[in-house]
């Protein structure tokens, strides 16, 4: 199989453009998660539950703006 003009540019752009690739498996910059060879990275993240909670307590704490 011969590389026409275009797919050419695309292996180019793909490569060229690793460097600023974060992996989503690994969190590792340079390759894409298909590529990796790394293990996968635990992130805490709060739930959903625990972030609307924040935002309800902080949303009472505020003080009430009187227009007029």
């Known amino acids: 199989m011969t590389l026409t003009p275009m797919m050419t540019f695309v292996v180019t752009y793909r490569e060229a453009?690793?460097?600023?690739?974060?992996?989503?498996?690994?969190?590792?910059?340079g390759h894409w998660t298909y590529e990796?060879?790394?293990?996968?990275k635990y992130v805490h993240r709060?739930?959903?539950?625990?972030?609307?909670?924040?935002?309800l307590k902080e949303?009472?704490?505020k003080p009430l703006s009187i227009a007029g």
Request: hydrophobic share 15%; with cysteine.
């Open 17 to 29: 453009n690793k460097q600023h690739v974060r992996c989503q498996k690994c969190l590792e910059m």
């Open 36 to 40: 990796c060879t790394g293990k996968r």
């Open 46 to 55: 709060p739930s959903r539950t625990t972030e609307m909670k924040k935002k």
């Open 59 to 61: 949303n009472e704490n």
